[in-house]
Nanobody, 119 residues
Framework: QVQLVESGGGLVQPGGSLRLSCAAS????????MGWYRQAPEKQRELVAV???????NYPNSVKGRFTISRDNAKNTMYLQMNSLKPEDTAVYYC?????????????WGQGTQVTVSS
């Protein structure tokens, strides 16, 4: 089993910054991709950023240029630096990964962390 724990959410004013962290623990043999998703009230969960074991990244246009995803492979930890935050970035942010625990590949989710952008 793999556990994901997010941290770093909170309340920030428009134009401000936040940094989210996601630490993976448990029986981890390999991780391919790690990503951040978000879900606002009454909206579908959407991809915010993804980073692959190669280091390549991908972002939707809504956050490109403002958000930066990174990972520390040695620590199995992922980060999301969010700058120039807008009220429409308000959502619960979830960490996601595809990991191999020695017997199979599985998809894992964290419990989510609230990000609120408001003046």
């Amino acid at each position: 089993q793999v556990q994901l724990v997010e941290s770093g959410g909170g309340l920030v004013q428009p134009g401000g910054s936040l940094r989210l962290s996601c630490a993976a623990s448990g029986t981890i043999r390999s991780i391919t991709r790690m990503g951040w998703y978000r879900q606002a009230p009454e909206k579908q969960r959407e991809l915010v950023a993804v980073i692959y074991s190669s280091g390549s990244t991908n972002y939707p246009n809504s956050v490109k240029g403002r958000f930066t995803i990174s990972r520390d492979n040695a620590k199995n930890t992922m980060y999301l630096q969010m700058n120039s935050l807008k009220p429409e970035d308000t959502a619960v942010y979830y960490c996601n990964t595809e990991a191999y625990d020695g017997s199979r590949w599985s998809d894992y989710w964290g419990q989510g962390t609230q990000v609120t952008v408001s003046s």
